[in-house]
Nanobody
Framework: EVQLVESGGGMVQPGGSLRLSCAAS????????MSWVRQTPGMGPEWVSG???????RYADSVKGRFTISRDNAANTLYLQMNRLKPEDTALYYC??????WGQGTQVTVSS
């Protein structure tokens, strides 16, 4: 059974940083294309970043230069380092496996 468990969200002031983690199990993590998406109430999901099994990373223009995606295949964990956070980054963040499976999400709130 595929399981994805996000953690690391919280409330931070604008300009602050957070590091999200996604613990994965139930599949071969090292062979999986993984991604982060986020969603705010009343809006559709927004793709944030992806990390392919082959090592390619991609970012949405809205987070490029501020967010860094990484993975630890030995620990079956996906990360999202978020720096210089803005109020518009406030959302529920989900990690995903091939856009087919999603975790329960972790809330990020950026507010002064």
């Amino acid at each position: 059974e595929v399981q994805l468990v996000e953690s690391g969200g919280g409330m931070v002031q604008p300009g602050g940083s957070l590091r999200l983690s996604c613990a994965a199990s139930g599949f071969t993590f090292s062979s999986a294309d993984m991604s982060w998406v986020r969603q705010t109430p009343g809006m559709g999901p927004e793709w944030v970043s992806g990390y392919s099994a082959g090592g390619t990373t991609r970012y949405a223009d809205s987070v490029k230069g501020r967010f860094t995606i990484s993975r630890d295949n030995a620990a079956n964990t996906l990360y999202l380092q978020m720096n210089r956070l803005k109020p518009e980054d406030t959302a529920l963040y989900y990690c995903g496996l091939r856009a087919e499976y999603w975790g329960q999400g972790t809330q990020v709130t950026v507010s002064s």
